[in-house]
């Protein structure tokens, strides 16, 4: 595909403000090797820790969720307004509200990443089979223990398709956060090399945003399969 | 002994409207006694058991259970369910030892009753495998093996047979009548098959449906151990016969 690209570019003479050859994109990107690195790591570093309070947020707001009809009823409506509201739109705002830093990147990158995983969770909660119920009921298990050894373990496969969902929103959320408000990071190597008409660097840096997506999710799909083999196989009733 | 006095449960239906499920039913099941429940569906068999598992609660009269009325599910009851739900995350031998897990009385006698319960079933060597590597008449030996682990004095078993092919419901209907005389214990078991239940049962509690009430309880007489071969045998066709005519008696007229 890469070699079509090239020969296209070449026979067509396409300007490389439009579309910049592989060769060139490649040539462009390794000269500044060291800074895209820095870029890279950056911007790995707000998805990341985007991902995780998505996480560490979605575990325990789903279980609320799912704990009674009145808290749900009262949380629903404001998860609903959290992603109707345009990202891009709110970014500017968080960096006045928490200055001019990593956080508001990251909570960009939060709202863009925790919707999908608190619904994928809130269903894997809620599809537990009745009977494995009536049986925590019948061995005499608390609310909690039913919570931690059934509701839980049998939502795994459930969550792991919402961080699948998570982690690739993670990478758009953190550059949305990146052209807003940054001095690092691939989103704003793409805003400033563009800005200098530096359009191949610009490409290399969107591959290499596909790259970290790509790389991420399938760190995302190694960890269940290393760590719940079982989930992987599950029987996942439909949605 | 499980003793039902009176007992009547409804249920709020959708619209608000009351639906009795079960009405006025007294039943007496004697110690290490093996009664089945037969009866149209929807004629609150399942219910019925339920009651007895302290799953729910009675809407008038009472469930006891050796004198004690039953108020929340008991620690001597063993429970199967159609469905072997078998936690997916767990090993045949975990999902076994669930039950006591649960109940805190997790020790090495209760795994040794474990592994003892899978070896009675024809399980052994199969501690470690997922359910997932289990075929279905296996995760359901499984399932009655995790009702026996704390050796309850009671077992009620929902249909546990319903979702199997028919050659290995009769092979698992055998593996129950074995256990049943290793290891005697009151056993009601929910079934809508009725050679099934005559096969198993001292006696067979028909009921009839909405809302359901005890129509006649038919005593089987065929002498034990019991084998398929006794369908042939003029005790199972008249308790077969009977049944058939206390469940479709008034259609069969109707159509007549």
């Given at each position: 595909?890469?070699?079509?690209?090239?020969?296209?570019?070449?026979?067509?003479?396409?300007?490389?403000?439009?579309?910049?050859?592989?060769?060139?994109?490649?040539?462009?990107?390794?000269?500044?090797?060291?800074?895209?690195?820095?870029?890279?790591?950056?911007?790995?570093?707000?998805?990341?820790?985007?991902?995780?309070?998505?996480?560490?947020?979605?575990?325990?707001?789903?279980?609320?969720?799912?704990?009674?009809?009145?808290?749900?009823?009262?949380?629903?409506?404001?998860?609903?307004?959290?992603?109707?509201?345009?990202?891009?739109?709110?970014?500017?705002?968080?960096?006045?509200?928490?200055?001019?830093?990593?956080?508001?990147?990251?909570?960009?990158?939060?709202?863009?990443?925790?919707?999908?995983?608190?619904?994928?969770?809130?269903?894997?909660?809620?599809?537990?089979?009745?009977?494995?119920?009536?049986?925590?009921?019948?061995?005499?298990?608390?609310?909690?223990?039913?919570?931690?050894?059934?509701?839980?373990?049998?939502?795994?496969?459930?969550?792991?398709?919402?961080?699948?969902?998570?982690?690739?929103?993670?990478?758009?959320?953190?550059?949305?956060?990146?052209?807003?408000?940054?001095?690092?990071?691939?989103?704003?190597?793409?805003?400033?090399?563009?800005?200098?008409?530096?359009?191949?660097?610009?490409?290399?840096?969107?591959?290499?945003?596909?790259?970290?997506?790509?790389?991420?999710?399938?760190?995302?799909?190694?960890?269940?399969?290393?760590?719940?083999?079982?989930?992987?196989?599950?029987?996942?009733?439909?949605? | 002994?499980?003793?039902?006095?009176?007992?009547?449960?409804?249920?709020?239906?959708?619209?608000?409207?009351?639906?009795?499920?079960?009405?006025?039913?007294?039943?007496?099941?004697?110690?290490?006694?093996?009664?089945?429940?037969?009866?149209?569906?929807?004629?609150?068999?399942?219910?019925?058991?339920?009651?007895?598992?302290?799953?729910?609660?009675?809407?008038?009269?009472?469930?006891?259970?050796?004198?004690?009325?039953?108020?929340?599910?008991?620690?001597?009851?063993?429970?199967?369910?159609?469905?072997?739900?078998?936690?997916?995350?767990?090993?045949?031998?975990?999902?076994?030892?669930?039950?006591?897990?649960?109940?805190?009385?997790?020790?090495?006698?209760?795994?040794?009753?474990?592994?003892?319960?899978?070896?009675?079933?024809?399980?052994?060597?199969?501690?470690?495998?997922?359910?997932?590597?289990?075929?279905?008449?296996?995760?359901?030996?499984?399932?009655?093996?995790?009702?026996?682990?704390?050796?309850?004095?009671t077992l009620l078993m929902d249909e546990p047979f319903g979702a199997l092919d028919a050659l290995?419901?009769?092979?698992?209907?055998?593996?129950?009548?074995?256990?049943?005389?290793?290891?005697?214990?009151?056993?009601?078991?929910?079934?809508?098959?009725?050679?099934?239940?005559?096969?198993?049962?001292?006696?067979?509690?028909?009921?009839?449906?909405?809302?359901?009430?005890?129509?006649?309880?038919?005593?089987?007489?065929?002498?034990?151990?019991?084998?398929?071969?006794?369908?042939?045998?003029?005790?199972?066709?008249?308790?077969?016969?009977?049944?058939?005519?206390?469940?479709?008696?008034?259609?069969?007229?109707?159509?007549?």
């Amino acid at each position: 595909m890469l070699a079509l690209w090239e020969l296209a570019c070449r026979l067509f003479a396409i300007p490389a403000y439009l579309v910049p050859r592989p060769t060139a994109i490649f040539a462009d990107t390794a000269a500044l090797a060291g800074p895209v690195a820095i870029h890279t790591l950056a911007t790995t570093k707000t998805v990341l820790l985007g991902f995780a309070t998505s996480l560490i947020v979605s575990l325990p707001l789903a279980v609320l969720l799912t704990a009674s009809p009145l808290i749900a009823n009262s949380i629903y409506p404001l998860l609903v307004l959290t992603q109707s509201i345009p990202k891009v739109a709110l970014a500017p705002i968080l960096v006045v509200i928490f200055g001019s830093n990593e956080l508001p990147r990251v909570v960009v990158t939060f709202l863009v990443a925790f919707f999908p995983l608190v619904l994928s969770i809130v269903a894997g909660i809620t599809a537990v089979p009745p009977e494995l119920i009536e049986l925590g009921r019948a061995c005499r298990a608390s609310r909690w223990r039913e919570l931690w050894r059934i509701r839980l373990p049998y939502a795994v496969p459930f969550v792991f398709s919402g961080l699948k969902a998570a982690i690739t929103l993670s990478v758009v959320g953190a550059v949305v956060g990146e052209f807003v408000n940054a001095d690092q990071g691939l989103g704003y190597l793409i805003v400033t090399s563009t800005a200098f008409f530096k359009v191949p660097l610009a490409w290399g840096a969107l591959l290499l945003l596909s790259l970290l997506g790509i790389v991420l999710f399938q760190a995302v799909v190694i960890v269940e399969q290393v760590f719940f083999p079982w989930s992987v196989s599950a029987d996942k009733p439909t949605l | 002994m499980i003793v039902l006095d009176g007992v009547t449960k409804r249920f709020v239906a959708r619209g608000g409207d009351e639906v009795a499920a079960l009405e006025d039913v007294s039943l007496e099941v004697g110690a290490n006694e093996f009664v089945c429940l037969v009866g149209p569906s929807g004629c609150g068999k399942s219910t019925l058991l339920r009651l007895v598992a302290g799953l729910l609660a009675p809407s008038r009269g009472t469930v006891t259970i050796d004198g004690s009325v039953v108020a929340e599910p008991r620690a001597d009851t063993g429970i199967v369910f159609q469905a072997p739900t078998l936690l997916p995350w767990a090993t045949v031998l975990d999902n076994v030892l669930f039950p006591v897990d649960m109940m805190g009385r997790l020790d090495a006698a209760a795994r040794a009753r474990a592994r003892d319960l899978l070896e009675l079933v024809g399980l052994a060597g199969f501690e470690g495998k997922y359910p997932r590597e289990l075929s279905g008449g296996m995760q359901q030996r499984a399932g009655i093996c995790r009702a026996l682990v704390h050796d309850p004095t009671t077992l009620l078993m929902d249909e546990p047979f319903g979702a199997l092919d028919a050659l290995t419901r009769e092979e698992l209907t055998i593996e129950v009548m074995r256990i049943w005389t290793e290891r005697p214990k009151t056993i009601l078991f929910v079934t809508h098959s009725i050679p099934e239940a005559v096969l198993l049962a001292d006696r067979v509690v028909v009921l009839s449906a909405r809302p359901g009430r005890i129509a006649e309880i038919v005593k089987v007489e065929l002498p034990r151990p019991r084998d398929f071969d006794m369908e042939a045998r003029h005790e199972f066709q008249s308790a077969t016969h009977r049944i058939r005519e206390l469940i479709f008696g008034g259609r069969r007229a109707r159509t007549a």
